[in-house]
């Protein structure tokens, strides 16, 4: 979306990070300290650019009269405080009545398993490990997230009937996420190394009963069963 400024009369590309600062700005004025910790409690889960481009992001909407940035100080502590300009509410109020970018999946445990058969077993696992615990971590401040709405005592709880569905969104995800990374730690555990050879397709026949309620046309070297190509599908 882009935002062309009255004053300027330039025109300038306003990214989903913008949006999201600009969301946050429309709850209450807050500090870029503040406005950080909210960022690291929910956008990393969804949005994790967020927080990594922040700090630019605030000057960069003050600077386009979307924010406006205050100093208050108070004893001998001087603060920048931002709040949302009626130019950045119209903006925002824009942004959600556009079409949502299509769905987008940022992993990078997946892309290292994708990428195992460059490297080893061992390496495989350790990185599944390392997803396993980040779930975990995961996991944990969410469960306290859940628990804080249960008891009426979460930031802005008034909006809760809404942001429980991310709740609900990101719980059933890291359930899910929680079981792929042990159903596939105990497959490749039971493996001598990541040759093909020999190696059964539980994940594709997981896949197919799923799908389809039967399991699929190929051995378990991964050729068709029985000499047939599989539906939609070409010989080499």
């Given amino acids: 979306m882009h935002y062309i400024n009255p004053e300027r009369k330039t025109n300038v590309k306003l990214t989903t990070t913008s949006h999201a600062v600009l969301a946050q700005l429309a709850l209450r004025p807050w500090s870029a300290y503040e406005l950080a910790v909210q960022q690291e409690r929910y956008f990393r889960f969804f949005w994790p650019r967020a927080s990594r481009a922040l700090y630019n992001?605030?000057?960069?909407?003050?600077?386009?009269?979307?924010?406006?940035?205050?100093?208050?100080?108070?004893?001998?502590?001087?603060r920048t405080v931002y709040s949302?300009?009626?130019?950045?509410?119209?903006?925002?109020?824009?942004?959600?009545?556009?079409?949502v970018v299509p769905l987008g999946l940022e992993f990078e445990g997946l892309l290292r398993v994708f990428s195992s058969p460059?490297?080893?077993?061992?390496?495989?696992?350790?990185?599944?490990d390392r997803i396993r615990r980040d779930?975990?971590?995961?996991?944990?401040?969410?469960?306290r997230i859940i628990a804080e709405y249960g008891s009426g005592q979460a930031p802005f709880q008034h909006q809760a009937h809404i942001r429980t569905l991310v709740v609900d969104f990101f719980t059933q995800f890291l359930d899910v996420t929680e079981q792929w990374v042990q159903?596939?730690?105990?497959?490749?555990?039971?493996?001598?190394?990541?040759?093909?050879?020999?190696?059964?397709l539980?994940?594709?026949?997981?896949?197919?009963?799923?799908?389809h309620?039967?399991?699929p046309a190929v051995s378990e070297a991964g050729q068709p069963a029985g000499g047939v190509m599989p539906t939609g599908s070409r010989r080499p």
């Fill in 118 to 128: 460059l490297g080893s077993r061992e390496e495989l696992l350790a990185n599944l």
């Fill in 57 to 78: 992001e605030l000057r960069r909407l003050d600077q386009l009269g979307l924010a406006k940035a205050q100093r208050h100080t108070v004893g001998l502590r001087t």
């Fill in 135 to 143: 779930i975990a971590g995961m996991t944990e401040l969410n469960d």
């Fill in 183 to 200: 159903r596939t730690a105990e497959e490749v555990t039971g493996w001598a190394d990541l040759e093909a050879a020999g190696k059964p």
């Fill in 213 to 215: 309620g039967r399991p």
């Fill in 84 to 99: 949302l300009t009626p130019a950045g509410r119209a903006v925002l109020t824009a942004w959600l009545s556009t079409p």
């Fill in 202 to 211: 539980h994940a594709l026949d997981r896949i197919h009963r799923q799908r």
